[in-house]
Structures are given as C-alpha cells and as structure tokens.
C-alpha cells in the first residue's frame, strides 16, 4: 500500500526541486523514495518508471516557464515584449536550472501536444514575432535564433561561463537590443 499523502503531482514537484538542487540527471526514482522516507515500489504505485517521472517535471516545467513569459509580455510589444521575455526566459533557466533542463527533454509526441505548457512555449514566440511583422518560413527562423540565443546565454551564465569582468546584465542587455534590431530588420526569405 502506498503511504498515505504521496500523489504523483506531490512527487514531481519533489523531482522538479531535487532537479534544481541536484540536477535533472540526478533526479532518480531511489533518490525520491529516499527523500520521502518509503521504499521505490511507493512511487511506482503513482508514477510508472523514471522515463514517466521525468516527463512530468518536463511538462510542469514547460507550464511553469510559459505562464512567467506570457505573465511577463502581456500588454506589451515589440523591443519592450521582446525584451520581458528574454528577462523572464533567462531568470527562470537561472533560478530553476533543473527544471529548465527539464524543458530541453524530447518528450514523445502525444505527451508534449497534451501538455499546455510546450504549447505556449512554442505559441508565445511566434506571437511576439508576429508583431515584428515576419511570416513562414521567416518566423521560424527567428524562433530558432531567439532560442538558441536565450538558451545558449543562460547555459553559459548558469555555469559560470562568463568570466570577464564586465556586467553580465549589461552583455544581456545588448544581445536582446541586437536580436530586436535583427528582427527590425529581416531581410525577406527571397534574400536568403
């Protein structure tokens, strides 16, 4: 039987929190059952196999990161949206690095198109560059440099990467003033 209290949504929080603390890869199903004081077999009363746990922290994380990007853009636009997004993008990778990895997860499809999280987190972009006026296939190759610029800013800075002395915040701030000016200015697909 298992122990009284212990729910699959009470144990992927708790994974999403050893994420944080002990990184994604840390988070194991032993790990877990430890933490909650019972042994492996009551968890696998509520979640199937890690594979399971791990996707559910990857889907908490997508909801988490999109309702603070759409919270943060909400009645704003062009380099003020942009910007507010970035910043939200950017403190949630810092403040919950497990998690956020989390949300790098390939999660099998019929997994990821239930989950509103991935959903808004593939919407809100697209929004955001609608309003600099791009279309396909443009939209989606500005998409892709948004992110890999966001995520590869926020790797980096979460480990420690950025050892010169000048102002990390100051660095961020030019790259999301330069991404605005890139969008301002995007040359046609025909250009390409």
């Known amino acids: ?10 144990i992927t929080e708790a994974a999403a929190d050893m994420a944080d603390t002990a990184g994604f890869t840390g988070v194991t199903v032993s790990a877990l059952a430890r933490h909650f004081g019972v042994k492996d077999a009551s968890l696998y009363s509520h979640v199937r196999n890690l594979a399971e746990l791990r996707a559910r922290v990857a889907v908490l994380a997508a ?3 999109s309702d603070r990007i759409g919270s943060a853009i909400a009645g704003r636009a062009g380099r003020e949206a942009l910007m507010a997004f970035a910043d939200a993008y950017r403190s949630y ?5 497990g998690r956020y990895a989390a949300t790098q997860l390939q999660l099998d499809p019929e997994i990821a198109s239930g989950s ?6 593939m919407e809100l972009p697209y929004s955001l560059l609608r ?11 500005a998409v892709r440099l948004l992110r890999s610029t966001f995520h590869g800013y926020a790797h ?3 480990s420690g990467g950025f050892g ?23 040359p046609g697909s025909e250009d390409a």
Do not use: F
């Open 116 to 121: 509103s999280g991935h959903r808004r987190c």
């Open 164 to 186: 010169h002395p000048r102002d990390v915040r100051a660095s961020w701030e030019r790259a999301v003033h330069a991404l605005h000016t890139a969008l301002e200015n995007w």
């Open 1 to 10: 039987m298992a122990r009284a209290g212990l729910t699959a949504e009470r």
């Open 131 to 141: 309003g600099y006026g791009l279309a396909e296939p443009d939209i989606t190759d």
């Open 156 to 158: 980096i800075e979460g």
């Open 93 to 97: 990778a810092l403040e919950h690095p």
């Open 63 to 65: 909801g988490e990161l």
